[in-house]
């Protein structure tokens, strides 16, 4: 995203609309005689088309820009409106296992997660989710194919991302896996030690399927880690197709 300074008047209304603090006021400049204007702090920004989409700029000063590899990653991280090309999910790219019981991909004996890096005001480095998923691959996890981030790993032995994208700033980015419910605790333990060491904020999603008997052996793994789990349910009453097969 760009601000043309020569349209710019300075009025300051698109500052507080920017999720990361990326855009700020610069006064006169002596020097160059150019008027105070708004501007863009470009490693900051994560190209999430707020500010841009608000129409706030009553001089149509603020403008898209055609973004080119690795840059265009962080639209498609960031961008709600965006249709990630990889995954051809809106939305930022991942749905987030909310489709479970159509895909069938967390079956009885394994649980999902979602590991979110960033939140707006915050972001993220895609290096912070690279060092997560080096970390969960040893201990067993399957990630998820229709993910962005497991899209740009490189190395699929080690979980390294492609070189020229692990500093890109995106709103946040989710490692999503499939982890066998007997390595779950051991994953609980290690995300706990990715959350110490990661530079920003971390959201841990579960999900998991209950047990013929009624339990729920996700949550209970989760308090005997000392995490006391939020539940909520979802269930399938069998109007949509499952578009898979056992
Ligand atoms: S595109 Fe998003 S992050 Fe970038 S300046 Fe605009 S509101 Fe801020
Ligand atoms: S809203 Fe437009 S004119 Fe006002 S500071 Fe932002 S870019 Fe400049």
Not at 80 to 99: A, L
Not at 149 to 156: K, V
Request: hydrophobic letters at 40%; one cysteine or more.
């Amino acid at each position: 995203m760009l601000i043309d300074p020569e349209r710019c008047i300075c009025c300051g209304e698109c500052v507080a609309l920017c999720p990361m603090n990326a855009i700020r006021l610069r006064p006169k400049d002596a020097a160059s005689g150019r008027d105070a204007h708004a501007a863009i702090d470009r490693d900051e920004c994560v190209e999430c088309g707020v500010c841009f989409r608000s129409g706030v700029c009553p001089e149509a000063a603020i403008q898209e820009e055609s973004l080119s590899w690795p840059r265009i990653l962080r639209k498609a991280f960031s961008d709600p409106v965006f249709t990630h090309p990889g995954t051809d999910i809106p939305g930022r790219g991942t749905e987030e296992m909310k489709t479970n019981d159509v895909t069938g991909r967390f079956r009885a004996g394994m649980i999902g997660i979602g590991l979110e890096f960033g939140r707006p005001g915050v972001g993220t480095r895609l290096r912070e989710a690279e060092a997560a998923i080096r970390r969960l691959l040893p201990l067993g996890v399957a990630l998820e194919p229709n993910n962005p981030l497991t899209q740009l790993i490189a190395d699929p032995a080690t979980g390294a991302l492609k070189p020229e994208v692990r500093e890109e700033k995106v709103l946040s980015a989710i490692v999503e896996a499939i982890v066998p419910e007997e390595a779950f605790e051991r994953v609980l333990a290690e995300v706990r030690a990715i959350a110490a060491a990661a530079d920003t904020v971390i959201s841990l999603g579960v999900i998991g399927k209950v047990a013929a008997d009624g339990r729920v052996p996700a949550a209970e793994a989760m308090r005997r880690a000392g995490i006391s789990p939020s539940l909520n349910g979802k269930v399938n009453v069998g109007l949509g197709r499952p578009a898979y097969r056992f």
